[in-house]
């Protein structure tokens, strides 16, 4: 990540005062022989006009923003051996481009692999202002628009964050303010009752004033502060169902108190029974969302936004689309995808997520997705994100946040340039790794859609009934026949909360694709399919070749030429990476076999 804005010479000890300025800047160090003028068109809001002249020069028009997108992607464009575009108009598909950071203000960062906060420590605002600074230029320089600094999971005392610690976040928004970035904050639904308020219930006028107070506290120190985000009623974070009310009546009662300053509620719909008994077989989790939702489409405030992640359960390697991204016509949706690592290898092992991305935007149809935002994989660590090549996901997050149209390919090409450089066949030698990634570590981890047989909580390695009588209603009821849920009709019916067309593409597993077979269907080890091989043959053959290419893959990380520090990070890494991929292979593989008695066809070791 520093890599790629080491290619950048500006120096910013001396903060820029706003996005135009920092855009003539950029330009002028990074592209010194070239003429730019900056045209501010309003019209043109964050998108922006290229347009090359007969003497050469530039023009580069575009909003406030617009202009400093335009000069990252002409700078991105030339750096990374592409040319300067003689002519390119761009606007963003979605408004907020979110970068949602789960940190503590103890310092620790919920799902962080990255080391410590980059804004908190000891209870209190601690950060360096000039990585503030070039944090707010990484985000900029793809697109990126909104950072959330604090955890939905709203921990003491970042309650207080809206009160004491005011004039600290106002000075951090005005250092991330250049680069176009605003700040959102998490806040605790039940905040009021921390001042003397005795209910949080939203249909309280002591409470609507509460938070009417609050916001306007809040907005006269950061005017553009995005607004709040909730995760309300949600593994054990309070929300309006303690009250008998429902997320309509609690996002509008905050969507209020925000309105007069142009603020908006992101209202997260991550809301499930986490205290399922597995014996229940009436529950199945991923119908959870729809089921809290969709009843209450058109009820939400316009300044409301839902942000669901974009499948039903909680970013495992496959998911189906979340029903509500496909269902909610009638509400703001913004679409929750993670870039912390947390069920795909703690960014020990590497998962680029472009691939995976890309399938998720191509099923998303609807006009009313106005937002996408991403879980950070950012910490204090040198290269911010723990694992260098975890940078990709970051860089290209903002790419497809700005442009889902944008090439997988291209864009992991143009981050590998921009960061290391490498002559032609080391650049398509890595590519091919990272691309093909997600696929290696689907493989070996849990089979064809299934999820969750990771190790609890930590959730990194292999534990394939570790979740199975467990509280979070994850299961994959494995017995000696068959694995799987039926979620057709037949089943727990979660198949009819999708269009009719994908019903039947889904409900039949002739015809549901096979990465998708064990999330929709229970099936026996002896059923065949699409290809002739069995169930049980198709299980160990991925878990198989998952190893085989990583052994394959460690192969060529070795011979890349990545400078220090990042070589040395990169190869142990990876040497975890193999070690990690060994354990899935051997013990998934085992685990089935045990229970199948299933041998494997071509006689390859699996363990007794
Ligand atoms: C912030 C999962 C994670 C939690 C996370 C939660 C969420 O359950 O394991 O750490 O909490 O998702 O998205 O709210």
Sequence with gaps: MKAWLSHLSLDL??????????????????????????????????????????????????????ILYGAYAMIRSALSGRGLPESLFSVPKYGLRMINCWDNMDGTVER???????????????????????????????????????????????????????????????????????????????????????????????????????????????????GFLVKADSEGRPGPFTYGRNHADGANMLADAVRPFGGKIIWRCFVYNCRQDWRDVQTDRPKAAWEHYAFLDGEFADNVILQVKHGPFDFQVREPLSPLLLGMKQTNLAMELQLAQEYTGHQIDLYTMIPMWKEIFEELPADNIMSVAAVSNLGRDDNYTGHPLAAVNFYTFGLMAWDPETHAESAVSEWIRLTYGFRSEDEKALLKVLLGSRRTYEKYTAPLGIGWMITPHDHYGPNPSGYEYDLWGTYHKANREAVGIDRTEKGTGYLLQYPEELQKKYGDPATCPDLYLLFYHRLPYSFVMKDGRTLIQRIYDDHFEGYEETKAMAEVIRSLPFPEPDREIILSRMDRQLYNAKEWCDIINTFFRRLSGADDARGRTIYD
């Design 112 to 226: 962080g692999y990255s080391g410590r906060s980059l804004f908190f420590e000891g209870d209190r605002f601690q950060y360096n202002p000039l990585r503030m600074m070039e944090l707010g230029r990484l985000m900029a320089s793809v697109g990126l628009n909104v950072l959330c600094i604090n955890n939905v999971n709203v921990h003491n005392p970042a309650q207080l964050l809206l009160e004491d610690f005011l004039p600290e976040a106002k000075r951090l928004a005005d250092l991330f303010r250049p680069f176009g970035v605003r700040l959102m904050f998490s806040v605790d639904f039940s905040q009021p009752m921390r001042h003397g308020i005795p209910t949080a219930d939203p249909l309280s006028p002591l409470v609507q004033d509460w938070w009417k107070k609050t916001a306007q506290e809040v907005y006269r120190a950061i005017p553009d502060l995005v």
């Design 13 to 66: 000890t001396v903060s820029p005062s706003s996005p135009e300025e920092l855009a003539r800047a950029e330009l002028s160090s990074a592209l010194p022989e070239t003429v730019f003028r900056l045209d501010n068109d309003p019209s043109l809001g964050e998108g922006y006009r290229i347009q090359k002249k007969a003497d050469g020069s530039f023009t580069i028009s575009g909003g406030k923003t617009g």
